[in-house]
């Protein structure tokens, strides 16, 4: 695919700021838990990650997990959601739901989301093809770049956000450069951080992880 003929856009992936549940390392599917004051402010200044990754024009789409958290860092990010997209939810922990990973370890030793068990839950595999999907549609979003349904005439114009969760962000990385779920434990992705999913002559490869305002650090 020449440059001329792939995408003019890009995918960017919002996390969600700061929540209680987050701050204290309660894992955090389902559950719709608040963003702290931290957490809100955080998602005020990933306004200014987003236009260190892409500049202050609008997207062409902007796609939001279903959860308050996510909608809220959207909101305050200056982002305008045109979709609530339920595949966008981060990975359900099933019976970890609510508790931290030593809790988990005490009759699971060794337990990580990224090995398992995954007891009620969501699998990796589940999580694969959830991601695999949105990716999917995604980039067949990103066709209309810079035509005259883009929301502005750039390039940049033809980018999609996609606001959403940590561990689901870094499957959709993983999965973006052919990585299996479970390579999403190579990747960072704090609270309000930014991810840019770009292509090198149309082939997938990652322009910016876990991108921050440099103000932020107060806030991890």
């Known amino acids: 695919m020449s440059p001329e003929s792939g995408p003019r ?25 608040p963003l702290t004051e931290a957490g809100r402010s955080a998602a ?19 796609l939001c997990s279903p959860r308050t958290r996510a909608r809220d860092t959207a909101a305050l990010a200056g982002l305008s959601v045109d979709e609530v997209d339920e595949r966008l939810s981060e990975w359900d922990y099933g ?28 699998t990796p595999d589940d999580v694969s093809a959830r ?28 980018d999609v956000v996609l606001v959403g969760h940590g561990h689901f962000s870094r499957v959709l990385t993983a999965r973006w450069i052919g990585l299996p779920a479970r ?13 840019v999913l770009g292509f090198e002559r149309g082939v997938p490869r990652l322009d910016h992880v876990n991108q921050r305002p440099l103000q932020d650090s107060e806030d991890s």
């Open 9 to 33: 856009g890009r995918i960017l992936l919002l996390r969600h700021g700061e929540t209680e549940w987050s701050r204290t390392g309660k894992h955090t599917g389902r559950t719709d838990v």
């Open 44 to 62: 005020r200044r990933a306004r200014a990650a987003l236009a260190l990754v892409r500049g202050d024009d609008p997207p062409a789409r902007v």
């Open 95 to 122: 019976d970890a739901e609510g508790r931290t990973t030593p809790q988990i370890r005490e009759s699971l030793p060794g337990w990580t989301i990224w090995d398992g068990p995954w007891p009620g839950g969501e």
């Open 131 to 158: 991601a695999d999907a949105v990716l999917a549609e995604a980039r067949a979003l990103l066709g209309s770049a810079g035509d005259a349904n883009s929301r502005s005439g750039s390039g940049s114009g033809g």
């Open 183 to 195: 390579g999403g434990v190579h990747f960072r992705m704090d609270p309000a951080g930014v991810t």
